[in-house]
């Protein structure tokens, strides 16, 4: 249950939203209303445990301002298009065709209140310690994760600066599906992202017309 400051911001936010959805795509309405107040409930229990930045107006703020970049860039004519490799888009107009926003540091700051790090354990210091040795050597080094949501990225850089390996968690890249370079909402997360892109087999069986393309994407 929400409280009254809480509610009355996701009942605002809510009715925003609705408004900027075009008839034509008001599928999209009912999942992102219920990750709207899944959003909002994650981050009234940070607020209640002090984190003023988990605030209800900061909070509609955050969500509102993905899904507007989600509406610019996940769709329609502006939609971003991946290619085989992607580097994070940090905000360097000169490198990233005009382009100001650092998208790393959206996902982080979209996702960090939602998360309890202050009670949060990193097991295993000594392992990534020996990881980022083997890096700082010019080794390669393959982290497997038990993939457990769409912010997995953001959670891992978010323990990787925790226990002081910021700058790393900056430089990982990460192996994305298609899901998270042509989902609307997923796209900006994934554009503060290096990533190289690849298809699943269950994707390029899906469509036989489409499947070379994919398969030699993955090549």
Same mark, same amino acid.
């Given at each position: 249950?929400?409280?009254?400051?809480?509610?009355?911001?996701?009942?605002?936010?809510?009715?925003?939203?609705?408004?900027?959805?075009?008839?034509?795509?008001?599928?999209?309405?009912?999942?992102? =209303?219920?990750?709207?107040?899944?959003?909002?409930?994650?981050?009234?229990?940070?607020?209640?445990?002090?984190?003023?930045?988990?605030?209800?107006?900061?909070?509609?703020?955050?969500? =509102?301002?993905?899904?507007? =970049?989600?509406?610019?860039?996940?769709?329609?004519?502006?939609?971003?298009?991946?290619?085989?490799?992607?580097?994070?888009?940090?905000?360097?107009?000169?490198?990233?065709?005009?382009?100001?926003?650092?998208?790393?540091?959206?996902?982080?700051?979209?996702?960090?209140?939602?998360?309890?790090?202050?009670?949060?354990?990193?097991?295993?210091?000594?392992?990534?310690?020996?990881?980022?040795?083997?890096?700082?050597?010019?080794?390669?080094?393959?982290?497997?994760?038990?993939?457990?949501?769409?912010?997995?990225?953001?959670?891992?850089?978010?323990?990787?600066?925790?226990?002081?390996?910021?700058?790393?968690?900056?430089?990982?890249?990460?192996?994305?599906?298609?899901?998270?370079?042509?989902?609307?909402?997923?796209?900006?997360?994934?554009?503060?992202?290096?990533?190289?892109?690849?298809?699943?087999?269950?994707?390029?069986?899906?469509?036989?017309?489409?499947?070379?393309?994919?398969?030699?994407?993955?090549?």
């Amino acid at each position: 249950t929400l409280t009254p400051e809480f509610q009355a911001a996701l009942d605002q936010s809510a009715a925003m939203l609705k408004a900027s959805i075009d008839e034509d795509k008001s599928s999209y309405a009912e999942p992102l =209303l219920y990750f709207m107040k899944e959003y909002f409930t994650a981050n009234q229990a940070s607020f209640l445990k002090g984190n003023k930045q988990a605030a209800p107006d900061k909070t509609a703020e955050r969500f =509102l301002d993905g899904i507007q =970049l989600g509406m610019t860039y996940g769709m329609g004519a502006t939609k971003y298009r991946f290619g085989v490799s992607h580097t994070a888009m940090r905000g360097n107009p000169e490198t990233e065709e005009g382009n100001t926003r650092d998208y790393y540091e959206f996902g982080c700051e979209f996702f960090r209140h939602v998360m309890d790090l202050e009670d949060s354990v990193v097991l295993g210091k000594e392992n990534l310690d020996q990881a980022f040795e083997y890096i700082q050597k010019g080794e390669n080094v393959v982290f497997l994760a038990n993939h457990q949501s769409e912010a997995d990225p953001q959670v891992f850089s978010c323990m990787l600066e925790k226990v002081g390996y910021g700058k790393q968690a900056e430089e990982v890249i990460y192996v994305a599906g298609h899901k998270v370079t042509t989902d609307p909402l997923a796209i900006p997360f994934s554009m503060g992202r290096n990533l190289v892109c690849i298809h699943s087999k269950k994707h390029i069986d899906s469509d036989s017309e489409t499947k070379p393309l994919k398969q030699k994407q993955n090549l």
